[in-house]
């Protein structure tokens, strides 16, 4: 005899209960965390590098870093002190909530004020796990074009924060600011879009706002 | 290409669906996907039906509601063969 059953089960339900947990933790021990996702090279080790130079004396952080091979962006980031892992996922496209779990082992998270998660290069795989933390944020570099918010529908939707970033090449390559935030938006009302540069470091201030606003609202 | 990985958790639930149910056998698994999901149908079919094949799951079949401005992934329901 046949028959339907429902089941009604998202399909990565191991990973979304692990996230909750990790949530769980990050909100007791007041550690704002942000998923930095792009595609390769758009400059998220970059912005992580600028953004641990600028940090306000006295602000704990820490780094994960995620990349198919090598401890190329863990050994850039060590160098400002902060403590820094390299998850090497080896062939997997993604980070995912076991794989935080298990490389948070021995660091004290209620030392910490703000965890910077920096996935796996890659604009599709990444946006389907939740990691726990309390933002997404996609990185546009201006010679990518202005349509990959059109391109990538489901990170642009998922993230709160927008960053184009590489502002300075905005006048040698054919991008429209006007169109790429237009493309945003039509993905995702809501979420908020900064300019910013780490070779002329405009728009920076912003972006240290951002993050230093929600540090000191958790 | 995290879709096998998607395939592999669709057939873990199937299998646990399936465990619960003597004598049971699974033969068609119905998903829900957004197109905000980030999940792109054709490679799961590809992971899928990789996975399947001589698996013991061997013939499940997979059938894919997709629905526009949503990013749900959801195994909504299995058709089974009860004894």
Redesign the interface.
């Known amino acids: ?14 990973n979304q209960r692990l996230a909750m947990a990790l949530r769980e933790r990050f909100a007791r021990a007041g550690t704002l965390v942000v998923n930095l996702i792009s595609s390769p090279g758009s400059g998220k080790t970059r912005l992580l590098e600028r953004t641990l130079e600028l940090l306000p004396d006295g602000v704990h952080a820490a780094v994960l870093t995620g990349d198919i091979q090598t401890d190329a962006d863990a050994s850039r980031l060590a160098r400002f002190g902060f403590p820094v892992r390299q998850i090497t996922t080896g062939g ?3 980070l995912d909530a076991k794989m935080i779990d298990r490389h948070l082992e021995g660091w004290d998270l209620d030392e910490l004020d703000i965890l910077f998660i920096e996935n796996v290069g890659n604009l ?2 990444p ?3 939740d990691l726990g933390e309390h933002a997404k944020i996609v990185l546009l570099s201006v010679p990518e074009g202005e349509e990959k918010p059109l391109k990538y ?3 642009f ?2 993230s709160k924060l927008i960053l184009i970033t590489k502002a300075d090449l905005l006048p040698y390559v054919p991008f429209d600011l006007g169109v790429a935030r237009k493309n945003a938006r039509s993905v995702n009302a809501d979420a908020e879009i900064l300019l910013v540069s780490c070779q002329t470091d405009e728009g920076l201030g912003d972006w240290m706002q951002w993050l230093s606003s929600r540090i000191s609202a958790g | ?2 879709e096998i ?2 395939a592999a ?2 057939l ?2 199937v299998r646990k ?1 399936v465990g619960a149910r003597p004598g049971a056998r699974a ?1 068609v698994v ?2 829900r996907i957004g ?6 149908p054709e490679s799961l079919r590809f992971g899928f039906d990789a996975l399947v094949k001589d698996s013991d799951l061997e013939p499940l079949q997979l059938e894919v509601e997709y629905l526009a401005a949503r ?1 749900d ?11």
């Open positions: 005899m046949n028959s339907v059953v429902p089941v009604e089960t998202k399909v990565l339900n191991e997997t496209c993604h599709v795989c946006s389907s796990y529908p489901s990170i939707f998922k | 290409m995290h990985g998607i958790s669709v873990d639930i669906e033969l119905g998903l197109d905000l999901a980030g999940v792109d990013d992934l959801d195994v909504a329901w299995i058709e089974l063969e009860e004894p």
